[in-house]
């Protein structure tokens, strides 16, 4: 990240101080507005799910939200403690509901409570497949992108559906393809090295 | 139907944290003061990448790395108008409905680069927005393989998009 960080800024830079050097600065505090205004939503819509959140954790209600899907999760993240499964589980559902904004605060709170490796700053495998699942979307219903479609006019603004669905799954199975394969790797590496 | 849902699901939850005999109160604010500390945690990197993205599309480097990709992408089945859209994805979520909302605008929203677009958008996430906020709070700072794993198997989501879009 650091790298690219580094790359992608000094190479805008370096174009943007040849064809506009006024406008830097100010591009770069427009950038810095749209991270406050999507923050100040942010706040707005945390406020509400993690509320409500607090409620269901309060009542145990949690607990029983894991027992759901209590073998697919134990099976996709080993030895994960019952306060991050719950999460968990619950980001889950709320991505499967296509409620993304309450998921992004479940995802959150998931990460921070996972166990950690000896390293603590160091992501865990567990983590990284969390991670990898929701960025290839847990969503099926993709509701955003439809309403999107028939306010442009489409005649049939839902058809996308089942290659959506298929893509979905194609790509969350090939998420937890690659992790599986590059921590078995990087974990015989490591025997081979001692 | 599913409008009734959501506000049943939470007069439900109220009603039961009452016989449970909760601070109803007490624990809403609790929640709200952990929205707080959350945003606050996640706020220095979003706003870096968006002061980077701000940079990459006006710079022109956006459409400069467009350019470049477009050969190589158009080999594993992506057309060529799609490649601005799977370029930004990662990084912004707003962005890329914005892109969508073009094409639609530019090809009807019926054709088969607008509905491919629209699976290669409902089908993935943003990758790098996501690293930055998941892992904002936690103090994780090496991520190792993660971001390369996801940004494969987005490729692997968009080449079968384009793919399916052409016969479904």
């Known amino acids: 990240m650091n790298a690219l960080f580094f790359l992608i800024i000094v190479i805008s830079l370096g174009i943007l101080t040849v064809v506009a050097p006024d406008s830097v600065l100010s591009i770069m505090i427009d950038g810095g507005k749209s991270a406050l205004d999507l923050s100040l939503k942010m706040i707005a819509i945390y406020s509400v799910w993690l509320a409500v959140l607090k409620l269901v954790e309060k009542t145990e209600l949690d607990k029983k939200i894991t027992s759901l899907f209590e073998p697919i999760v134990s099976f996709l993240y080993k030895d994960e403690n019952k306060k991050a499964k719950a999460y968990i589980t619950m980001n889950m559902t709320a991505n499967l509901l296509g409620m993304g904004s309450a998921a992004t605060p479940l995802g959150i709170k998931a990460i921070n409570t996972m166990n950690r490796d000896l390293d603590k700053d160091t992501a865990t495998p567990n983590m990284i497949m969390f991670f990898v699942l929701n960025a290839t979307s847990l969503q099926l219903i993709p509701a955003t992108v439809i309403a999107l479609r028939a306010a442009a006019g489409s005649a049939a603004p839902a058809d996308i559906l089942i290659p959506n669905i298929i893509t979905s799954v194609v790509s969350a199975l090939s998420g937890f393809a690659f992790v599986k394969i590059i921590s078995y790797l990087k974990r015989k590496r490591k025997t081979k090295a001692s | ?168």
């Open chain 2, 1 to 168: 139907m599913a409008n009734f849902i959501l506000p049943f699901l939470i007069i439900a939850l109220f009603v039961y944290a009452a016989i449970k005999r909760i601070k109803i109160y007490d624990s809403f604010i609790e929640g709200i003061k952990d929205a707080l500390k959350l945003v606050y945690s996640v706020f220095p990197y979003l706003a870096a990448i968006f002061i980077m993205v701000n940079l990459f599309r006006i710079s022109g480097l956006g459409a400069f790395v467009t350019r470049i990709l477009e050969k190589p992408l158009s080999l594993i089945g992506i057309p060529p108008e799609l490649t601005e859209l799977i370029i930004l994805r990662p990084f912004s979520g707003n962005g890329s409905l914005l892109l969508l909302e073009d094409i639609y605008k530019a090809h009807s929203p019926d054709s088969y680069i607008a509905r491919a677009a629209s699976v290669v958008v409902g089908s993935s996430d943003t990758a790098f927005y996501i690293a930055a906020v998941y892992f904002a709070e936690s103090k994780i700072i090496k991520l190792r393989y993660a971001i390369p794993a996801a940004l494969l198997a987005n490729v692997v989501g968009f080449i079968t998009a384009c793919l399916l879009c052409r016969y479904m």
